[in-house]
């Protein structure tokens, strides 16, 4: 294990991307995770598959409001910044139940080492933009995707294109054309997904909750999928272990 340092309220351990972390980070995922939290559980046969998806972008970009109306409905009076939050929510895939726990995570540099303690384990990426903000849409390849796939290297991510319905309207147009900015066109965020390889990009709609499930479906498909090719490879590497220590069992016999 590498060498872990504390220094003043943060730590710059490499405890973020292996599985046991330094008691510094422990505590501070504690102090930061509430109890998750439960919606609407769905009934179903069978043991319930668990799928962790993490949101991940520039503050204020509106992954809380995705979240909490998918979740409960709902839509946050006001922005609070959020340092880490977590949702439980119950579906059904095929008749199977899915649990899928929802990690909100901020995108202020303050939090980097407790987000980055998120992402190992994780089935499926969120990454969000605003398609008002162009900035946000340009941090995507400079701080977002580098820094999950320093983590997290495997796991499939979705481009989302949050906040939609600002697209049109028109005060927001008046505001950008201030700064010589437009909204980001979506033939460049679907070309941004082809280079990142994002599994696919989606716009929605937190206020409105248009496309809001289709993000979400998509994003339980995924790390379902995901989640099903690395437990066969665990067994597929199980097994071929297993052999080749029967294989050393004969040979020494022999």
């Not at 559980?41 to 972008?57: A, D, F, N, Q, T």
């Not at 909204?183 to 941004?192: D, I, K, Y």
Request: proline letters at 6%; glycine letters at 6%; hydrophobic letters at 35%.
């Amino acid at each position: 294990m590498k060498n872990r340092q504390q220094t003043g309220n943060s730590c710059t351990c490499s405890c973020s991307w292996e599985n046991t972390l330094c008691s510094f980070c422990q505590q501070e995922l504690l102090d930061y995770a509430p109890a998750v939290r439960r919606h609407s559980p769905s009934r179903g046969s069978g043991p319930e598959l668990g799928i962790k998806c993490v949101l991940v972008g520039d503050g204020a970009v509106g992954k809380t409001s995705l979240v909490v109306s998918y979740t409960t409905n709902g839509y946050p009076d006001e922005y609070q910044p959020t340092a880490l939050d977590t949702f439980s929510v119950q579906v059904l895939v095929d008749g199977a139940p899915v649990r899928i726990q929802l990690w909100d995570t901020a995108g202020q540099e303050d939090f980097d080492c407790l987000r980055s303690l998120c992402y190992p384990d994780t089935d499926v990426f969120l990454v969000c933009f605003s398609v008002v903000n162009p900035s946000s849409f340009q941090n995507i390849t400079e701080k977002w995707i580098p820094e999950i796939r320093t983590h997290n290297p495997r796991a499939p991510v979705l481009l989302v294109g949050t906040q939609a319905d600002l697209r049109d309207d028109v005060n927001v147009l008046i505001s950008l054309d201030r700064y010589h900015v437009k909204p980001v066109p979506r033939p460049q965020a679907e070309g941004l997904a082809d280079k990142i390889r994002a599994e696919a990009y989606l716009e929605c709609s937190a206020l409105t909750q248009k496309n809001l499930k289709e993000v979400f479906d998509m994003a339980i498909v995924s790390g379902v999928e995901h989640k099903a090719r690395q437990e066969k490879k665990m067994t597929a590497k199980g097994i071929k272990t297993l052999s080749k220590c029967r294989w050393k069992k004969f040979f020494c016999f022999v």
